[in-house]
């Protein structure tokens, strides 16, 4: 199981009390995987991937990050696993205007140590694999939304990671580019095996992903599984 997220909880400071962010949400991610995150706006999505990610401690429970309990890491040693294993995909590419398509890619990596010719080799093939092979040398303004999105999508698989967290990546396209974005992340996360988890608004491709889990006031459920009764049960 490469991404575990055990019984966690979260709260933060709400004038005089707290306000429960995730009620010991309990959701398991098995490599070659895409689990769907829904739910409403301030539901807990957000706080689950910052979790997840490594960006946010919880009050209680396990995150265990390819074979790792994040629990026992320091500040440095955390860093180093997101750097590693961990690929976020944001809502916004934001892509750094003076650079190209490749170089995007490449500096995301320039920290792991390896010469430039492998990142530029790593760079394009990814480019490639998100077809957009013939854009590696074209900057942000021209390139279409889609295909920012794309290469937001090729940067955070630059370092291999064994995650890859994906926070609404179609709420910016239309129809069309997001379906494409949808079915570039499914193919990757198979032919990758990376455990991806993916928060989304968009429910019209549903049916493609691995698993869906509702998010609802901070706790995390999915539809029983066909023979296991009606109602919703822990994503576990």
Do not use: C, W
Not at 201 to 229: C, F, I, N, S, V
């Amino acid at each position: 199981m490469t991404l575990l997220v055990h019984d966690v909880t979260l709260t933060y400071p709400d004038g005089e009390s707290r306000l429960t962010a995730l009620d010991r949400v309990r959701l398991e991610v098995p490599a070659g995987t895409l689990t769907a995150v829904i739910g409403p706006s301030g539901s807990g999505k957000s706080s689950l991937l910052a979790v997840a990610a490594t960006l946010v401690t919880p009050d209680s429970g396990q995150v265990v990050v390819a074979g790792q309990d994040t629990a026992r890491l320091s500040a440095a040693e955390k860093s180093a696993l997101r750097r590693e294993k961990i690929g976020i995909v944001f809502q916004q590419p934001n892509l750094l205007a003076s650079l190209t398509a490749a170089e995007q890619l490449q500096v995301m990596a320039h920290l792991s140590g390896r010469p430039a010719r492998t990142l530029r080799r790593r760079a394009l093939e990814l480019l490639d694999a998100v077809g957009l092979a013939d854009k590696a040398g074209k900057r942000p303004h021209q390139l279409s939304g889609g295909q920012r999105q794309r290469v937001n999508i090729a940067r955070a698989l630059m370092n291999e990671p064994a995650v890859l967290l994906v926070d609404e990546p179609t709420s910016a396209l239309d129809h069309e580019r997001g379906a494409a974005v949808l079915d570039l992340l499914v193919t990757l996360t198979r032919e990758r095996s990376t455990a991806t988890v993916l928060v989304t608004h968009d429910h019209a491709h549903l049916e493609r992903m691995d698993r869906t889990a509702t998010m609802t006031d901070g706790r995390l459920t999915e539809p029983a599984r066909e023979g296991a009764g009606s109602g919703a049960v822990p994503a576990a």
